[in-house]
């Protein structure tokens, strides 16, 4: 492409104009919002017909035992793929890093199960939320979302992707990475879809693009090197695990996808301790590693593996059992500054719920994590959300949720 041609066309993304988006349209920078607001459909483009027959097609397979993990494409810069925020911004990593440190916080989002097949009503009252937290002073702003996984519903299908993921983060201004849920794996039966092939396409980009899913819409593609590797940033570091397409139990390693994300693993923890790195490490997965109730299980094998590689290389991670029972009982009462909810109700339909009660006083699930405070590192999927002081949080999340690092009382 002419470098005449990346320019007009960036500036036409930046300037809110529409881009006759047919293909890839390869930008300079990477863009995340639409300067210039624009108003909330009342219904999808793409209408999304019934799933029903397909999930009983896969219900059909599971009782017969013929539905195991796909294989997915090895992520870039193996046996640890690595993502900067200062690369996601395009920024200088001194700025930022100076930047975080004078603010003595990182805050960021953290959602999943975001998808929706029913229409835009209950997601675009979530996002809407999140946006407005960049109205607060600059310290409290976040610096990205981390999505947790079903971003698409049902299949992950790239003709889905406008309507259940750019137009409701259309005014979201700041970068979006991506877990790859089991949704945005799965093939539907019968079809000759690629596992994975539209979310690759759209989170996992070597350059910034803005690529065909997005329509008219300035947001570039992310540029993850794959569907798992590790996130850094200043004060955190998230290693992204890909648990793969089965409904239960997530898988990291198995004889079909083979065990390139326990040697990742393995390799990213012993990095952190030879960069002694005192921030924040998190561990992030779709599937649940325990849960308290709710339609699906442990996955116990995914949780021995990551305990085994955590005794191995001697990065010990809290035992969350334990600790949310310590929460449960004690921590509650003395009003800590997080609060977490374990609750069965779809994410989108509970925080729907949550604002046509008028009840949305939450800090729409900013972490934050102050230096010196820091008082366990937790391994395992709870909801975490921050609630602002003297309120309630009322951010439910169905499973996929992010592994928190506590704050002190």
Known sequence: MARTTKTRKHRAAVEAEPIDNTGVTQLEKPVFAQPHPTPAPA????????????????????????????????????????????AVLDTDAGTLNKKIETHGQLVFHAAGDTGSTRGPESQNLVSDKMVNDFTDEEKEQPLFLFHLGDVIYSFGEAQYYYDQFYEPYRDYPAPILALAGNHDGMVAPGTSATSLAAFLENFCAETFEVTSEAGGLARTAQIQPGVFFTFEAPLIRILALYSNTLEDPGVIASPTIGTSQLTYLETALNRVKSDKFDGALILAHHHPAYTAGGKHGWSQEMLSQIDEICSKTGVVMQDLREWLVRV??????????????????????????????????????????????????????????????????????????????????
């Open 328 to 409: 449960s009982r004690k921590d509650r009462a003395r009003r800590l500054s997080w609060q977490f909810q374990i609750l069965s109700e779809s994410w989108n339909e509970a925080f729907s719920a949550a604002s046509r009660r008028g009840k949305f006083d939450c800090a729409c699930c900013a972490f934050r994590r102050r230096r010196g405070k820091v008082a366990n590192d937790i391994l395992g999927n709870v909801v975490l959300a921050g609630p602002r002081p003297g309120s309630p949080c009322l951010m439910p999340q169905r499973r996929s949720v992010l592994a928190p690092i506590t704050t002190s009382i």
């Open 43 to 86: 219904k999808f483009e793409i209408k999304h017909p019934s799933d029903n027959p397909a999930y009983k097609k896969i219900d059909e397979l599971n009782r017969e035992h013929k539905i195991a993990p796909l294989p997915f494409p090895a992520p870039r810069g193996l046996p640890e793929p690595k993502l900067t925020l200062a």
